[in-house]
């Protein structure tokens, strides 16, 4: 008889969420890459010999990919964080008390946690606040048809770009590093979260014992 596999609703609901995040910033990662190493802008020239080279789709759909692949992390990150909510608070306080010396200190193990998982926040909250403003500013001079390009808000373009480019890769790494530290975790958890699904749609009789009749 095969063991049923059974996952509570709560924890198939923050598999989803984080299934969400981590496609998200797959999409924003890689096309991130893609822009990364290709120069922004017209042919300049013959500045920019690049211009115009596909990689499996055109520098438009890189775009779209891009944008979108991080409005779906931002919206999934928006939606954990209201979840978890009530724990987010928790550890706030506790580390605040911790660092001011007052109640239980952290382990070793948590210490690392918290510090990938701040490094996570911070350079989430850099990107996300960055993307945001170059989806609201056109890009590129063009000419003088789009003068309102770099209009100076907080920071220049530049800087906004920089802060950007930086942020995504603290992200990326203490992501990463977060993945590591967890990994038996979440390949237990994806592994019961597919099970689960499988032996719900399982015919009832297979789920059931068989019992063998004895005289």
Known sequence: MQKSIRMSMQTRQNWLIDAAVFV????????????LFLPIGG???GRNPTYGLTILFGRQTWDD???????????????HLAWHWSWVKMMSHRTANTLLGKGNK?????????????TIALGFLVTAFSGIYFLFVPAGYSGGR?????PGFIFSRATWDILHTWGAVATIIAALL????HWR????????????????????????PILNNQS
Do not use: C
């Open 65 to 79: 990919i891009h944008t979108w692949g991080g409005l779906l992390m931002i919206l999934a990150v928006v939606i």
């Open 106 to 118: 952290f382990s070793r193990g948590a210490k690392i946690n918290v510090l990938v998982d701040l």
């Open 24 to 35: 998200g910033a797959l999409l924003s990662i890689l096309s991130g890459i893609y822009f």
């Open 185 to 208: 975790w979440i390949v237990n958890v994806t592994r019961r979260f597919w099970l689960s699904l499988f032996n719900e749609r399982r015919p009832a009789a297979d789920k059931q």
């Open 146 to 150: 789009t003068p309102g390009w770099d």
């Open 43 to 45: 042919y300049q020239g």
């Open 178 to 181: 977060h993945i590591i530290i």
